[in-house]
Every structure is written in C-alpha cells, then in structure tokens.
C-alpha cells in the first residue's frame, strides 16, 4: 500500500526540496589518512548487515501495543480526557503514539542518509570521505527498516515533525562543509540514539527490540566518526568560530526539546493544540524523559571543543548541565555490546530448537522401527 495512504495527517508536497550550498571537494591525495578514522572505515564495510535477514520479520506484532510501553508514558494519562476515553480509544491512542515516534526516527534516518552523502561531498579529507561512504548505506538500511516496521507492522504513519524538519533544513542549507556533522550526526544522531535506548531497553517486544539494537549499533560508529572529525577540525578554529557553533547547537537542542512533545497525536483524538502543549509540560514522566535524551548530545558536544559560557547557561537552563560529564564511550561500548550478545541468544535459541527438532525425529524414527 502507498505510504501516502497511511499517514494519520496529510503530509503535503510528496517532495521537501531543500537548496544546497557549499562547494564540493575532492581531495588528490590517497595514500594519507588518520589512522584512526581509517580504522573506523574498515570497522563500517565489516559491519554491513542486511535488514531483510538480520531482522526476524515473522514476529508478530499487536499494532495497538506495538512496544508495550506503559500507559503513563503517554502525557494525557490519568487527564480527564484518558478518562473519558474507552478501551478501544486507548488501544488506537497506544498505536499513533508509537507510529509517531518510529515515524520520526524514519524521517531522521533519511535526513541522515542525506546528511552523510552531503559528507561525501563537501569533506576535503579523503579518509572522512570512505568513512562517510559507509554511512550513506547504513542510513539507508535504517530508514528501510522503519519503513517496513512501519508499514508491515502497524500500519500508519506520521508527517516530519516541524522543529525536526526544521534543523534537518538549517543543517542542510550551511555551506560550511563541518554543519552536517553538527547537526546531524552531534544533534539529530545524539538525540535519536538516546530515544532508542530507552525504547530497547524497556520494550519487552522482540521485533522493536531487535531493530532498535542493531540500529544502535550502527550508530555507536557514526557519533565516533563525528567526534574525531569535529574534535580535530574545530582545534583550529578562532573563538568567534566556535560561539557560532555554539550558537548554532543552542538553537539545534531547543528546537529538539521541542520536537518531543507529541502534540500532533493528541491533537488527532480531539485535544487542543493548547491542551496538549500544556499536558507535554505538566508530564512528569515525560519531564524524565526530554532530560534522558541529552545524555548523549551534552557529553559530545563538551568533547568536540564547544563549552562556552552561553552554551553551558542554555543547558543549565535545559536541566542536562550535569549530563557533561557522562562517559560517552562506555555508553557506545554498551549499545555494541547489546547487538552482539541480542545476536549470540538469539542463535543460541535457535540451535537448541535445531537439535530438539533432530532429537524428536530420532526417537519418532526409532518408534517407527
């Protein structure tokens, strides 16, 4: 069925055409590279995976509790309004919510997709260009998946959300050729990789489960790859330099925050705009859950070389401050490490259901004798 036909909102024009600026670089020298990025390069062609075999696409999955992610997740919970919703209302409630999220990670993933390929392009090192290479096709494994999930599994989808589009549309329109990695792979990446953490780390579905870990796997490369190319880069830069890309991730984190309210599903239940705003703000949990989804830009973006006075106010006014000094590699090391032993029960579960099968038709073979 056409994607066009599965939107809970019309999403308008069927193409977001955005102009490009910047020059784009070749580079003549190709014996040269940082060793470290070079390594990552050869670590992002051994770990090509295919989502069509990887992923275990025969489980079932209940579109109305897709992730089984508790009622009070969602911020209408205990309002007046849950109350007046019937059982059925709430089933269909559990449904956009989760089609709403899933469908931002798919547009964030092709915004990605053609953040990394503008990478390609607009890099003047050669090393960050194979890299970056390796990116472009991840992404695009990664919006295929979402797609399928949701398009298979539960069978709606949700325009781009205006504050996402927004910063994929600053990031877009830089001509500095380090405003991809910025916004996309600091920002956009950093956000996205801490809203699948908690997901895979709650959900007790296997299917959201097992995409969301390999996806993050995925992903621990690209934030490696921005930070070693942005550390080095912005080493360089003059301290007017860096407060415009200080400047820059304040708006970014802001229009980020924002995204996360959800509005647009309530609102598609009959709650007004100024209703659901006000319900996102009042949402202890979801209070809780904006500030998680820092832990991986705050620490990066302190890494990169970007913590001035003004950026440090921003996050302190946030309440993500103290996320500064979270151990970045560990949490990358942890989202490996989860796809690897997901990937080692998965198999292990499946040669005992082999040699149970074998066994079974042994002693059927013996009766039978």
């Known amino acids: 069925m056409p994607t066009y036909d599965l939107y809970a909102d019309h999403p308008g024009d069927p193409h977001w055409e955005v102009p490009a600026s910047g020059a784009a670089r070749f580079g003549w020298e190709y014996d040269d590279g940082r060793e470290r990025l070079l390594a990552l390069y050869q670590k992002g062609k051994d770990k090509q995976w295919d989502g069509a075999r990887r992923i275990d696409w025969d489980i079932e999955v ?16 205990g309002t007046r309004y849950w109350d007046k919703f019937g059982e059925r209302e709430r089933a269909e409630l559990r449904r956009h919510y989760a089609s709403w999220q899933f469908s931002q990670f798919l547009h964030g993933e092709q915004g990605a997709m053609i953040c990394a390929a503008r990478i390609v392009e607009s890099v003047p090192d050669l090393d960050a260009k194979f890299y970056s290479a390796t990116q472009v096709m991840d ?58 953490g908690m997901i895979r780390d709650t959900t007790n579905k296997p299917l959201p489960k097992q995409i969301l870990a390999y996806v993050m796997q995925d992903e621990a490369r690209h934030v490696a790859f ?19 890309r200080e400047e820059f991730v304040i708006e970014g984190c802001y229009l980020m925050r924002d995204r996360l309210r959800g509005t647009e599903v309530l609102e598609n239940f009959g709650i007004p705009k100024a209703d659901a705003e006000a319900l996102s703000e009042q ?40 996320l500064g000094d979270s151990d970045l590699d560990l949490l990358m090391t942890q989202d490996e490490e989860i796809a690897e032993r997901l990937d080692a029960e998965r198999f292990a579960a499946e040669e005992r259901e082999r040699v149970a099968e074998v066994a079974q038709a042994v002693e059927a073979g013996a009766d039978d004798s």
């Open 62 to 77: 209940d579109p109305y509790d897709p992730l089984g992610t508790p009622d009070e997740a969602m911020s209408v919970y």
């Open 139 to 196: 992404e695009a494994r990664h919006a295929e998946i979402y797609g399928r999930f949701l398009h298979e599994k539960i069978g709606l989808l949700y325009p781009i959300n205006d504050n996402l589009q927004a910063l994929l549309g600053d990031t877009l329109r830089d001509s500095r050729w380090d405003m991809p990695y910025l916004g996309m792979q600091v920002l956009i990446e950093g956000l996205a990789l801490a809203a699948f």
């Open 283 to 322: 949402s202890e949990f979801l209070a809780l859950f904006r500030k998680l989804l820092f832990s991986r830009i705050v620490p990066c973006v302190k890494d990169i070389g970007l913590w001035g006075p003004r950026l440090q106010r921003a996050y302190a006014d946030l309440g993500v401050f103290e």
């Open 226 to 244: 921005g930070r070693m190319a942005l550390r080095d880069y912005y080493r360089q830069l003059t301290d007017a330099e860096l407060r415009e």
